[in-house]
């Protein structure tokens, strides 16, 4: 093939929107296992031509996908949005380019599997690393597609990572073996060997979903009665249009609407990420919005209310608290993510987001990036560029009614975080709620992304999830990631339902990642294999 350029930039554009399609697509995440044969065809392709600069092609396939699935960051920022887009590409290339390295030194299949426990490494790393981006983790593909796996309450979404790469991989040997001939040397039970392990490796993970889908059954200890308040206000002009204190008013308008609608009794009133920004852990009492929740708690016997806000620690001390800390008077401020349980007299309760989002809500790496955000903010006649929320440590539970039920509260980017999220089931959570302000992205894919992945996390956890966002969408998830009633995209609207309370724990939540801490033990034994090859002296 003299010039297989056109050729190698066809495979590159088939694998690129195959592996685009999952995240935008609903019910489309079986073409994930097939996405990556095109690549695998074009490297082979590449090599066999001598084609210079390959390289190009694997970059332009990673570069689009991050780009056709995730633009919308753009929305909310263009910088870090672009920034988004190449780095998590750039990443991609270079295990790629570790592939190409290992596949000049190791023997047969080796390369191919050192390539899928090299990326599920990766993306299990980007779970635990401060710069973290695991958006597109690949068995995130099936967020879509929630009755094909069933059985990530026992994997986890890298277990949809380890399929892709089973099935990628299986295929794409298949193709090899017809190309390079050894297909007609085989006999028919090596024929058949072949084909029905293909068949399995596709199909098994689907059927055994299936099962477990017709045969499961709703975990039930209890139920919780939840009204879920969409207030629907721009953050863009949050304060522009309107005061706090007219924003609680609307919102408090549509639960008390809600709730002249249902018998008295126990309710929890569900409130949105960053609803309000009033509340100094100081002096709780003293903000007004926390003063009017109260009021109008107190004329709804047994309701009580878990709404998200930017909360503050004050301190009156001549040195900094922390390094993240800003100065504020002659005192230093820290701020937090939060979320917050009131009732009409109790003290409140909050649990402080941990999984904090890069730039706007976290400052990387503090030692290195808060003196040079310093010096930049003062260059440029600003208080700060980047965001200093502290986070805590450990996950905590948020506790509704005289019972004190246990509840887990994601706050937004935390609930992409299958593992973090079993914290909450650990710690003893019942059923699990996500506040979350998705509209910074406007009418994208991302919020219907974000949503998807509550799916899983029900699946994973086998928890019933209510899901409150600002401007949408809304909703009740079951313990089979099904969607059982929504809200609209951009509307403001109250939902009544139940959640089921269990306290069963999944194996997945019992044991954590295992694929992943698998997979990461086979990249390390394979680089190392890798790594002798490259530096011993060839024979």
Known sequence: MRKPQTLLWLLTALSAVLLSLPWLVPHTGALALVAFVPLLCAEA??????????????????????????????NATVGGGIFAILANAAQMLLIWLLFRLARKRLPGVVPYIFLAAMWIAW???????????????????????????????????LGGSLWVWLSNL???????????????????????????????VIAGPVVASKMIWSSYGE????????????????????????????????????????????????????????????IFLNQPEASRTLQSIRTFLGAHPGAEMLLGASTYDIYATHAAPDILARQYGDGWILSHNSAVMATASDPIEVYHKSKLVVGTELTPYPKIFVPLDD???????VSGLMGRCIGQEEVS??????????????????????????????????????????????DTPGYRQHLNFAR???????????????TGISCFIDQRGEIQDQSSWWTRETLSGQVNLSTEQTAFVRHGDLVGRVCTLMFLLLAAMLLVRLFLPKK
């Open 45 to 74: 392709v590449a090599e066999q031509c001598k084609v210079r600069a390959s390289w190009i092609y694997p970059a332009a396939a990673f570069v689009a996908w991050n780009a056709a699935t995730t633009f919308w960051v753009c």
């Open 123 to 157: 993306e299990r790393r980007y779970f635990s690393v401060e710069i973290s981006w695991p958006w597109l983790t690949l068995g995130g593909a099936f967020a879509q597609s929630t009755r094909t796996v069933q059985w990530y309450e026992y994997t986890g979404m």
């Open 170 to 200: 299986g295929i794409f040997g298949l193709l090899v073996a017809v190309s390079d001939g050894y297909w007609q040397r085989w006999n028919k039970l090596a024929r058949a060997c072949a084909s029905i392990g293909i068949i399995l």
């Open 219 to 278: 975990r039930s200890e209890g139920e919780l009665e939840v009204v879920i308040g969409q207030p629907n206000f721009d953050p863009y002009q949050k304060f522009e249009s309107m005061s706090q204190a007219e924003q609680t008013a609307v919102l408090l308008d549509g639960f008390a609407d809600a709730l002249s609608a249902r018998p008295a009794g126990p309710v929890l009133l569900l409130a949105p990420e960053t609803f309000t920004g009033d």
């Open 375 to 381: 010096w930049l903010s003062r260059k440029m006649g």
């Open 397 to 442: 539970l948020l506790h509704f009614g005289p019972q004190r039920v246990p509840l887990g509260c994601a706050v937004c980017y935390e609930s992409v975080y299958g593992e973090y999220c079993t914290e909450y089931v650990k710690a003893g959570a019942q059923a699990m709620t996500i506040i979350t302000n998705d509209a910074w992205w406007g």
């Open 456 to 470: 899983l996390r029900a699946i994973e956890l086998r928890r019933d999830i209510a899901r409150c966002g600002n």
